[in-house]
């Protein structure tokens, strides 16, 4: 077990201090990473064995994603080697078998004082929803329902001008925890982000795979906005490998509901398959589901 | 002089506690306020007399405003009265003569522990910039220079889709964060955000204030996601009663570069004439710019 253990096992690493308790506070009034949503993140799965050794998967592929989303804000993250002192230390004092995520945060540092990046981690065990918020990785079943909600913008708003942070894993996701919201409030889980001019985006906390026959599409980074899926990425490479063939395109709404299979995918918990859009049955291919889950190491 | 003072002078309050070291963290590492944004906040203006008196201007009006944004959100912000003990207790330790902001923050609490939003304050003197940002209401001079930037969304984009937050005051502001630094990259001071289909919205911490001739006009919350400006319906209504017309209409950018006068319009600053926008001199009517500041009390 985790040394830290009240309610959710859950441990709090700060760069310069190391571990300390989960509930002790870390983070001053001012900083920008509170008080603006002025930072960034990125989110490993951690898979701990039976006899407590736990394993971050692919950390050095999440510390690069950060630093790209650390230099698009312009704030000076630390060299991977000190997050990954960090991460050892962390995952040395973690030892709550099964899966749990690793989550990394950056944010600018305290607004009122010399600026300092401040960077600190969290390991979350997967065993039970979260008592608090909606729109967490919470631990899900391997399928979920989902609703199409509008992000209010075109599906080229981001081309041209980097100020809008597309493809950035920032601190201010407050619309993404208020879609997931709203889907619950429609009796669904999860939600798929579109655009105004109607293709698919991705989901709040997920990025989106769409099967049709044996070809994997999923929406392209730039313009768009979206983030790049590391798993989905890595499904891909898997699938290809496997004879399918893989595509980024803009899909357009409608032909999501006729798709083979849909999935939410994300590195905490792999890729969930949809089995209902708006209310929509779909069709879920069962030999598919099997396949992804597979290629994505899950 | 405030209690608290090392660097700017900067003091802290949390809900549940009182007053606490500036520099103490407050905020755990699962605090939804800062790993999602998930939160709302409200600014309001500090004016202490030279005898070290403090008072807070229409405190009332931004804990309403406050509280509505806490309803968008789902989050049960604490009773008035809870705030108003808590801004009493802070402005009797504040006594930095001159200008300061008090920013009430509310979040979403704590992710891992059971729910109980996190309230706090700070009050910040505006006498010197900040060290470490530049999207903040550092003291400004009275006049800016500004650019236009797309904020990659249609004039009604948030018309019928709450979970998009618009009007809220939300602590995910980290787009506002850097499409003011990309105002400083251009030489330019501050930011009008523009829509996709070409209409002036606001500024990244502050409303718009458009003077024609003894017109003066403003954007229109609602679709255009903006955020309601208690200092432009201040001014606004003073305006009207010297004879001013006033409206809420949505204004093509071509016609700011052609406007008697622009003002960016915040409770912390008041109006601030803008000069210049993307490097085209403005005409600022001199005698309109001192009338408008005389109407928002500063």
Redesign the interface.
């Given at each position: 077990m985790s040394p830290h253990t009240?309610?959710?096992p859950?441990l709090?690493a700060?760069l310069g201090r190391g571990v300390v308790g989960?509930?002790?506070?870390?983070?001053?009034?001012?900083?920008?990473?509170?008080?603006?949503?002025?930072?960034c993140?990125d989110s490993a799965r951690v898979v701990t064995d039976p006899s407590g050794t736990a394993r971050v998967v692919d950390l050095d592929d999440h510390l690069d994603r950060l630093a790209a989303s650390a230099r698009a804000?312009?704030i000076a993250t630390p060299p991977h080697d000190a997050w990954r002192s960090l991460v050892a230390e962390a995952v040395a004092a973690w030892s709550t078998p099964g899966e749990a995520v690793l989550?990394l945060?950056l944010?600018?540092?305290?607004?009122?004082?010399?600026?300092a990046p401040t960077a600190?981690l969290?390991i979350?065990h997967r065993g039970a929803p979260?008592?608090?918020?909606a729109?967490?990785d919470a631990p899900a079943p391997r399928t979920i329902t989902a609703v199409t909600?509008?992000?209010?913008?075109?599906s080229d708003?981001?081309a041209d001008?980097?100020?809008?942070?597309g493809g950035v894993k920032?601190?201010?996701?407050?619309?993404?925890?208020?879609?997931t919201?709203?889907a619950k409030r429609r009796g669904a889980d999860d939600v798929i982000f579109t655009t105004?001019d109607g293709f698919a985006l991705d989901g709040p906390t997920a990025g989106l795979l769409v099967a049709r026959g044996h070809t994997l599409l999923s929406t392209p980074t730039g313009g768009t906005?979206i983030l790049e899926s590391l798993t989905v990425a890595a499904i891909m490479d898997a699938a290809r490998a496997d004879g399918f063939e893989t595509r980024f395109e803009l899909i357009p709404v409608e032909q999501l509901y006729t798709a083979d299979a849909l999935w939410l995918v994300s590195s905490g918990r792999g890729p969930v398959l949809i089995t209902a859009l708006d209310g929509r049955p779909l069709r879920g291919d069962p030999a598919l589901a099997t396949a992804i889950t597979r290629y994505a190491g899950f």
């Open positions: 009240s309610g959710v859950h709090v700060v989960p509930d002790e506070p870390v983070v001053a009034a001012d900083d920008l990473g509170l008080t603006r949503g002025d930072g993140f804000l312009d989550k945060m944010t600018r540092g305290r607004e009122w004082r010399p600026p600190l969290t979350t979260s008592p608090a918020a729109a967490t909600l509008t992000r209010g913008h075109p708003a981001f001008a980097p100020w809008l942070l920032t601190l201010s996701y407050v619309v993404n925890a208020a879609a919201r709203e105004t906005g």
